[in-house]
């Protein structure tokens, strides 16, 4: 029967397996090399550093912590690294790291222990408390960055991409984050985090300070708030702001206008946000392609404005904000020049004190008014000044006064009727009382949203 049968497959089946090919076995082998020098996995370290540590140990666990910033600076570190340093530990030099991580690993600076360590940036050789120059994929977590003379930046980035700057506390310095214009970054995420206190002693003031050409700038669930300049200026592209607090904003700084946010570039966004406590305005918008929505914007001479600066033609929307306390709701101006952007201004509720100005148009390519509610003691509810080839629709709209409201149309003061008649607009539009809970202490809904169109009296 030779191999037949059970014994002989038995026996077949512990012949020693034929070797591999050499081409195949080579290839394994540099898979596994691949896998073995693969950044971020079994090769991560953990550094420790502690103002009791010393910079000739190891660094590796807390009792073997360095002690310095600098020995943190020339440490080679490598895609997946964490580097810790202990909470309440105060360190007056500058944190800056030579390389970066990757997506997949990036490099942390972090905390370890109870409460923040603290980088004061006050050291003689620093300009910053944190200095990111040519990094990718970098965090910088958990730490409280100050600078007690007032006249540097705490986070300073330039020709970098992918930062994450999270749960971090910045205060009492010259200006809070810089992204410059001379080495635009890419992809900087600032998170939970708090600014505060930021004197302008050297020309600074500036919360966040977004330089032109950087682009996909993220800013959330953040407060800013003392800058003696604008809270925000930001001139880069696409940057998106969601769930931030930004108030007591540029009352230190006079010779120009000076905001809660100061949106200077291209298809910016504003989303779910609280502004109040202004010099000038809340928000001022300057170019194309900006979304303002879901807002509470109040305390301030106007809650959001736009103004011409725009470098193509855009759609920029207002909607669902809600402005209180303020002498002019919406604006929007592009009388400087020719008018780049058509307008959809939709949802919103104004609510005016003191014969304020509701909502306020001068020149537009195309202008869209949908569903607001402007209401309280308002002088003028509405005013257009100017409307191009977009052409002007203005429906179902509540222009409400406790005196009597009026409107600007071709230049002339109206009434509700002597505007409908001459614009030919206003279906479905009313001066009758809306049904919107009243403010309590100067607040608005506690919703915080404009009604409906389902919501009003009409």
């Known amino acids: 029967m030779g191999g037949g049968g059970p014994a002989g497959r038995a026996r077949s089946m512990t012949t020693a397996p034929r070797p591999l090919p050499c081409a195949w076995r080579l290839g394994l082998l540099a898979v596994v090399l691949i896998s073995l020098a693969a950044p971020g996995t079994a090769r991560a370290t953990t550094f420790f550093v502690d103002p009791a540590g010393a910079d000739e140990a190891a660094g590796t666990s807390e009792a073997t912590a360095w002690r310095t910033v600098a020995r943190v600076n020339r440490a080679a570190l490598r895609p997946g690294d964490v580097v810790r340093f202990r909470g309440g530990g105060v360190w007056r030099e500058m944190l800056s790291p030579a390389r970066g991580g990757t997506p997949a690993a990036p490099i942390v600076f972090a905390a370890y222990g109870a409460g923040r360590p603290v980088l004061d940036g006050a050291g003689a050789t620093g300009f910053a408390a944190v200095d990111l120059q040519g990094v990718a994929d970098v965090e910088v977590r958990g730490l409280e960055l100050r600078h007690r003379r007032g006249d540097t930046t705490l986070v300073y980035v330039r020709d970098s991409r992918s930062v994450l700057l999270h749960d971090l506390y910045?205060?009492?310095?010259?200006?809070?984050?810089?992204?410059?214009?001379?080495?635009?970054?890419?992809?900087?995420?600032?998170?939970?985090?708090?600014?505060?206190?930021?004197?302008?002693?050297?020309?600074?003031?500036?919360?966040?300070?977004?330089?032109?050409?950087?682009?996909?700038?993220?800013?959330?669930?953040?407060?800013?708030?003392?800058?003696?300049?604008?809270?925000?200026?930001?001139?880069?592209?696409?940057?998106?702001?969601?769930?931030?607090?930004?108030?007591?904003?540029?009352?230190?700084?006079?010779?120009?206008?000076?905001?809660?946010?100061?949106?200077?570039?291209?298809?910016?966004?504003?989303?779910?946000?609280?502004?109040?406590?202004?010099?000038?305005?809340?928000?001022?918008?300057?170019?194309?392609?900006?979304?303002?929505?879901?807002?509470?914007?109040?305390?301030?001479?106007?809650?959001?404005a736009w103004f011409e600066d725009a470098t193509a033609r855009g759609t920029t929307r207002f909607l669902r904000n809600s402005v209180w306390n303020t002498r002019t709701g919406i604006y929007t101006d592009a009388s400087d020049g020719a008018p780049t952007q058509t307008f959809e201004i939709s949802g919103n509720l104004v609510l005016g004190t003191g014969g304020a100005e509701g909502i306020v148009t001068d020149e537009a390519v195309g202008l869209r008014l949908e569903d607001n509610v402007v209401t309280g003691a308002i002088g003028t509810a509405l005013r257009v000044d100017g409307v191009g080839a977009g052409g002007y629709v203005e429906r179902r709209n509540t222009w409400h006064s406790t005196g009597t409201p009026t409107f600007v149309w071709g230049g002339l003061r109206r009434t509700f009727e002597g505007y409908r008649a001459a614009s030919g607009q206003g279906v479905g539009s009313t001066t009758g009382e809306p049904r919107i809970t009243p403010p309590v202490d100067g607040r608005p809904p506690v919703d915080g949203r404009a009604p409906t169109a389902g919501t009003r009296a009409g």
């Not at 682009?215 to 925000?232: E, F, H, I, P």
């Not at 809340?282 to 509470?296: E, I, P």
């Open 170 to 304: 910045l205060h009492d310095a010259d200006a809070g984050v810089q992204l410059s214009p001379s080495g635009p970054s890419a992809d900087v995420v600032l998170s939970s985090s708090v600014l505060r206190g930021f004197s302008a002693a050297s020309g600074g003031g500036i919360a966040l300070n977004v330089g032109e050409g950087s682009t996909g700038v993220q800013v959330r669930d953040t407060q800013l708030s003392g800058a003696a300049d604008s809270c925000v200026l930001d001139q880069g592209s696409g940057s998106v702001y969601e769930r931030v607090r930004v108030s007591d904003c540029g009352h230190r700084v006079t010779a120009y206008g000076t905001h809660g946010l100061y949106l200077k570039g291209p298809r910016q966004t504003l989303r779910d946000s609280e502004v109040w406590n202004a010099r000038s305005n809340c928000v001022s918008v300057r170019m194309q392609d900006a979304v303002v929505v879901g807002n509470r914007l109040h305390d301030c001479p106007i809650g959001v």
